[in-house]
């Protein structure tokens, strides 16, 4: 059966994980339908992702099949190998393609993952004292990795796999607007900053950055050295 015009069906709040997705799906020109639900507000908002996704957490992508897909990293790596057209992700034969695959990895495990104990830190911590610890070490170990990352990836071109915007540069965009934020951010990552910012102003996310994560006033967090 022929899928293609049919819509994907994305669940998750603004700003949330989903929005790596929704901006990828933008610059695809795929059709999509939002369900806009947080995880983070509570068990009740967490139920309203039962029937599509058994941990309760977004994204979730229904694809125009009807198949559902979760896991942030992996719906935009799938994205990218059925969409060539967009050019956002390097072919299973191209020769950046081991280091696509490593960084959208890591960007995944080591630094998004943190954000489950961050939105809710009582599920590890058995009081106040102990989820103030929680909340100021991870947000030291995701200083931390972008530092690692930003000593890591290829430098010299204006996107991190080479002259064209693409899934890791959107994903890393959007993550690096999380706590602790852009502003530490460009001091832990000073050569991924020039990238991140290229991608904040790419014309063709104007409307959807407007739309789906503002760029408020205070957005990039407290100003350096606070």
């Not at 029937?51 to 990293?73: F, I, K």
């Not at 998004?112 to 009081?127: E, G, M, Q, T």
């Not at 959807?208 to 503002?214: G, L, S, V």
Request: aromatic content about 10%; hydrophobic content about 45%; overall charge neutral.
């Amino acid at each position: 059966m022929d899928t293609s015009a049919k819509p994907y069906t994305l669940y998750g709040a603004p700003g949330s994980g989903a929005t790596p997705v929704h901006a990828a799906l933008t610059l695809i020109g795929a059709p999509v339908d939002t369900v806009d639900i947080a995880p983070w507000k509570g068990e009740a908002e967490r139920d309203r992702l039962l029937p599509v996704n058994p941990m309760r957490q977004a994204p979730v992508l229904v694809l125009p099949s009807g198949e559902v897909m979760t896991e942030s990293a992996a719906i935009l790596v799938w994205l990218g190998d059925h969409h060539p057209e967009a050019g956002l992700a390097p072919g299973i034969d191209h020769p950046l393609r081991a280091q696509y695959l490593r960084w959208m990895a890591y960007v995944s495990a080591a630094i998004y993952s943190l954000y489950w104990l961050r939105d809710v830190p009582s599920r590890l911590a058995a009081d106040a004292k102990a989820e103030a610890l929680i909340l100021q070490r991870t947000a030291e170990r995701i200083a931390e990795c972008w530092r690692l990352m930003d000593a890591q990836v290829p430098h010299g071109t204006p996107y991190l796999l080479g002259d064209r915007l693409g899934m890791l540069d959107i994903y890393v965009t959007v993550v690096s607007r999380w706590t602790p934020r852009r502003t530490r951010f460009y001091r832990e990552a000073p050569r991924m900053a020039d990238m991140v910012r290229r991608v904040d102003a790419d014309p063709r996310l104007a409307d959807f950055w407007a739309a789906r994560f503002p760029f408020t006033p205070g957005w990039e967090g407290p100003a350096a050295g606070n």
